[in-house]
């Protein structure tokens, strides 16, 4: 193995500053920060805020020299080191969030922008004294992909692709199940430990690495009706639209009023019932035994 | 004993609904006049998740199904006076077998109750039953229906011609065979039925010793009924029914005081319906007739009627009107029969899918040729079952009987309560 000076020759000073001078690549120069070189990484559109606040102001990545995308497991990068060709490559971030890089080893990179890879590199190649004076551009060439499961057809992995929301990755994975909530939808960024609910009125963007969760629309009607069961929900149901889909009442039933149990209430409660009683999603609806 | 006389009611269209359906056959019988299957009485209704699932054997399905009550009775001998009560437990045991094909079907059942009595020991007597039919399907409306019943019984105390002073209750054996045919085209629904009915009473001893004769009261009864219908709509229909009988004793002079045989004739002539699902119903009225061929004996004729309606003022409750009219034998004194009129109002109430409760009250009335007596008979009851499941089911029950006697040689009048818990394990 090639062990490398400490300090470049003076050949290989030339020939770099050459490269700089000559060099019609986009990632070249780190010294000229007011025309960066570096490919414009495609950055994700601003987030739709969770459902639960929605006045929040969303996160939104800034479209800058360093846009503030963060790099995460899956994401494939392509790191130059100017002028050292055999340093440069394409590069994924492993399931450690670590880049193997040669000469200097793993490089940590999840959870880092762009820039503070760049930096972390050369300050890796100058501290192991492979470089004098590095100068690194990192480009994304792959984001991570993103995961979509529950309610749709073909849940699974997908790649991501710029501008993606929510219907598109649902359409992606070939639309959703007849039980499919269509208005709400939960989603696990990544690094985040939790999901977050978020409404469907208005696009919401899909950042690479999200799980998407299609949560069931479907309202449960159980009791007197002929057809118990789980039924998928649409905008505007009604109770009684409901009690038809199921079949009607038995003649035991008690048409005069209803218990229903939200998705997340833990005890029903008795509602009289009327033409325009609303059903929301994951409703479960039972029709009592009438005695007279 | 005579021999048995051919009956020549024939070329007419026929069949049993009216009258027949009273008949004693517990057997598969076709389906009432005015039953359009639109209505489901609160008795009849499906109710899978409570109905036992049965034994498959084969092609058959057995469901046998034992039951225990436990009762108490007021009036234990029908008596005015002097009442003895006493507690009665009863063991119902019964087995069911019935085809499961598509096309005709067997029926078959075998009954076996067991009555005890704690301080009666001479009450204590077992009811067999066994009963069957079969359905030959030959049209998709149109069958032949044949069938028969032996049955071991033992006569109620307060019968008519029960013996009072009859140390056991009377047994009797009753063997019953019926053959009927059922078409339907156009808007006419025809059916003709051929019942042949036996009744052999057993000696019953008497208190003070001896014996009482029953002999003089086994009889032989044919009837043929012809029946048909006509839909004006498919919701009424008009009927006309004719009805044949013979009635043959086993003994006659000198044995008897009197030769009891008879044939008798009924027209009726009728509507049945089902209205939406309000009402169903079916009622006829005409003239009937028996001739005793003792010309002491009183020969009875007049109206007749025939009919019950079902009234669902909602589907949790059905009310029900019955009347009928038709002549019964009796060997009371010179009695040749007694003309019997019965009007019967029951509800029944489905509180819950698996209780049910039930009322009624009846008034009949047994008005004797030949003899100064009048009964009336006055009855009412109520009672609950309740399903706990597929397997067990419960019940109670309350039962009055009471019977108002007049004229020159009136019955004694009696009062009876009876009381009854059950419970019943079905597989």
Known sequence: MTRWSARPSGLLALAFTAFLAFSGHSSAVAQTPTSDPRPEVTTPAPTAAPAQTPSATPATPQSTRDDGYVLGVNDRVRVLVFGEASLSGEFLVDSTGRLAMPFIGEIPAAGLTRRALEEAIEKKLAQEEILLDPRVSVDLLNFRPYYILGEVTRPGEYPFTSGLNVFNAVATAGGFTTLANQTRVMIKRQGETTETEYSLLSPVTVEPGDTIRIIKGAFYILGEVSRPGEYPFSEGLTVQNAVATAGGFTYRANQRQVFIKHRNETQERKVRMNASLPVQPGDTIRITERFF | ?427
């Open chain 2, 1 to 427: 004993m005579k021999k048995a006389r051919l009956f020549v009611y024939a070329a007419m269209f026929a069949m049993a609904p009216l009258g027949m359906a009273h008949a004693q056959n517990t057997a598969e019988a076709p389906r009432w006049g005015a039953d359009r299957g639109r209505n489901e009485s609160v008795a009849e209704r499906p109710r899978p998740d409570y109905e036992p699932a049965g034994v498959r054997l084969g092609a058959f399905m057995a469901r046998p199904s034992v039951g225990v009550e436990v009762g108490y009775n007021d009036n234990l001998y029908y008596q005015p006076n002097n009442q003895t009560d006493d507690m009665t437990y009863t063991t119902r045991t019964r087995v069911d077998f019935g085809s499961d094909w598509s096309r005709h079907s067997i029926q078959m059942a075998v009954g076996l109750d067991d009555y005890r009595f704690r301080d009666n020991d001479s009450e204590h007597h077992t009811d067999l039953t066994v009963d069957g039919s079969a359905r030959l399907d030959i049209l998709r409306s149109s069958y032949i229906l044949v069938g028969g019943r032996q049955a071991r019984l033992a006569e109620a105390r307060g019968a008519p011609d029960s013996p009072t002073a009859a140390a056991k209750p009377v047994r009797y054996e009753v063997r019953e065979a019926f053959v009927a045919g059922v078409h339907e085209f156009n808007r006419i629904r025809a059916s003709l039925r051929l019942d042949r009915q036996g009744f052999n009473y057993k000696d019953a001893p008497l208190a003070g010793g001896g014996v009482a004769e029953q002999d003089d009261r086994d009889f032989v009864q044919t009837i043929l009924t012809a029946r048909a219908e006509y839909a004006l709509s498919p919701d009424t229909a008009l009927l006309v029914q004719v009805t044949g009988n013979e009635r043959e004793y086993e003994l006659a002079p000198p044995r008897t005081a009197f030769n009891r045989d008879s044939t008798g004739l009924s027209y009726l002539v009728g509507v049945n319906t089902d209205i939406g699902n309000l009402l169903r119903g079916e009622v006829a009225v005409g003239f009937l007739k028996q001739d005793y061929e003792d010309k002491r004996l009183d020969s009875p004729s007049g109206f007749a009627f025939d009919g019950r309606i079902e009234y669902f003022p909602s589907p949790l409750a059905t009310v029900t009107l019955s009347a009928r009219r038709r002549v019964e034998e009796t060997i009371t004194g010179t009695a040749s029969s007694y003309v019997a009129t019965t009007l019967d109002a029951r509800v029944d109430y489905e509180l819950r899918r698996n209780v049910i409760l039930t009322g009624g009250v009846s008034k009949g009335d047994r008005a004797f040729e030949g003899l100064d007596r009048d009964d009336d008979l006055w009855m009412a009851d109520a009672g609950a079952r309740i399903l706990l499941n597929r397997r067990v089911e419960l019940g109670a029950a309350w039962r009055f009987e009471k019977l108002d006697p007049s004229g020159a040689i009136p019955a004694p009048g009696y009062d009876v309560n009876r009381f009854v818990v059950s419970a019943a394990l079905r597989l």
